[in-house]
């Protein structure tokens, strides 16, 4: 039996070994050969976004989708009582159409739970007749009655509020297809919709808004967010609502402060979208004022569309882009908010916000003055401050700019105006002239005497 070793020199075989490719190179390989063949029968067939916007570091493999949303917004003067069957006609049944096994299948109702913020349940008899006709209608199961929530920034800034809402949820034994209507202002609406979002990766909700101001924005709005680390609305979610219920009944019981809010969100998008408009609630400020309602309820239906358009036909709902005009004066309008602890109301900082990117856009851009003092006396006329002593310490404020850009990610991108109607957006701020701003701001404002946020 021959051993096995070192051969000799008389029996040496030459022998040539390839070497193998480290694995990562083979994987690479047949990555690149995978690549270089792939092409879809047809791309279109891949392609559901018309008109996509171009992508300059678009690739072949890359598959554009879209996920189709229906926004349902509906105006009622009284949804409590003659315009309750347009709250009952967006409550569908909980089994889609097309699967209900039949027509002699049984569908079961969908489990509705109500939520109110406390302040609107204490001063009108609404939410309560509301409830009792839907649980009377026998096209839903309500669950238990109506839970009061805390309004206002109070609802945001607390995490046990949000529990409390996903304790509700779940006590409830809610599905997907359920419901949740939730009666209330702006911020309430906000963490309403947050834990809506967040339970079962979405229940079906219904708002209702109670202010102007979310009636004439927020209401009809895709985000949802609550306050964390001393910041305006960091924790949140895109969602779009099942609908929305804008209803006028629920305006006569604000008080004037809360009432007049919600007029700068009107001011502001006509500003960017509509110069007529911008006329129009000049006119009208007066009789606003004074709370005539069809004037009001007009002004605060056109804010309404204009921001439901943008939102639905802007192709860029949940704000991927850059831009994010309808928070024009919002940089400094959020700061302003925590920096006093929320005791300036939201429609309040806005009017400050829009009033100092007016002045802004004057020193900079090219706005006329004269157009910035009408913006000016049309926030004052509707009963609107232009300034707060926490714009004293502006260096503070400033920081806002920073806060904005990291809200939207990627640069800095603020919308300014270059007139009524003309929007554009700017990637730098000038502090110099962002100070100056604020200076001439502050004099305006002493000049007009708006009345105090206190009132």
């Not at 602890?341 to 429609?347: A, E, F, N, S, T």
Request: aromatic share 6%; net charge negative.
């Amino acid at each position: 039996m021959r051993r096995c070793g070192r051969p000799n020199a008389a029996t040496a075989v030459a022998i040539r070994v390839t070497p193998l490719p480290p694995p990562r190179a083979i994987h690479r390989r047949r990555l690149a050969s995978l690549n270089s063949s792939y092409q879809p029968a047809s791309l279109a067939a891949f392609d559901m976004v018309a008109n996509r916007p171009s992508d300059p570091g678009h690739d072949p493999r890359d598959i554009h989708f879209s996920v189709p949303q229906v926004h349902r917004l509906r105006t009622t003067w009284e949804v409590a009582g003659d315009d309750f069957d347009e709250l009952l006609g967006v409550l569908h049944a909980s089994t889609d159409p097309d699967q209900s096994g039949g027509p002699d299948a049984e569908i079961e109702p969908p489990h509705v739970l109500i939520w109110a913020d406390e302040e609107v349940m204490a001063a009108s008899p609404r939410v309560g007749v509301l409830a009792k006709r839907l649980a009377q209608s026998g096209r839903v199961h309500v669950v238990g009655g109506p839970r009061a929530v805390p309004g206002g920034e109070e609802a945001k800034n607390s995490p046990e509020v949000i529990e409390r809402l996903l304790a509700d949820i779940h006590n409830a034994m809610l599905d997907r297809r359920s419901y949740i209507i939730a009666i209330g202002g702006g911020a309430m609406l906000d963490a309403a919709g947050y834990a809506a979002a967040i339970a079962h990766r979405g229940i079906r909700l219904v708002r209702i808004p109670t202010t102007t101001l979310a009636q004439a924005d927020s209401g009809v709005g895709v985000k949802n967010a609550i306050n964390h680390f001393g910041k305006k609305n960091w924790v949140g979610t895109f969602a779009v609502p099942w609908a929305v219920i804008n209803d006028a009944g629920f305006l006569t019981t604000l008080p004037d402060r809360d009432f007049f809010c919600g007029f700068s969100e009107a001011v502001k998008v006509s500003l960017l979208k509509d110069a007529a408009e911008f006329e129009r609630i000049m006119r009208r400020a007066p009789a606003i004022a004074k709370r005539e309602m069809p004037i009001a309820c007009g002004v605060i239906e056109a804010s309404c569309r204009m921001h439901l358009d943008h939102i639905t036909r802007g192709g860029d709902p949940f704000e991927t882009r850059e831009a994010r005009p309808l928070d024009f004066g919002h940089w400094s309008a959020h700061r302003l908010e925590s920096l006093t602890d929320y005791v300036i109301r939201h429609g309040e900082a806005v009017a400050i916000g829009v009033a100092l990117d007016c002045l802004y856009s004057t020193l900079v851009h090219g706005l006329p003055e004269a157009e910035t003092r009408r913006v000016c006396d049309c926030f004052t006329m509707l009963g609107l401050p232009l300034w707060d002593e926490a714009l004293d310490d502006f260096e503070r404020v400033l920081a806002g700019l920073e806060e904005f850009r990291q809200h939207l990610g990627g640069r800095l991108t603020v919308t300014m105006l270059r007139g009524v109607g003309d929007p554009l957006n700017v990637h730098v701020i000038d502090r110099v002239a962002m100070r100056e701003a604020a200076r001439q701001l502050k004099g305006i404002a002493t000049q007009a005497s708006p009345p105090s946020p206190a009132q």
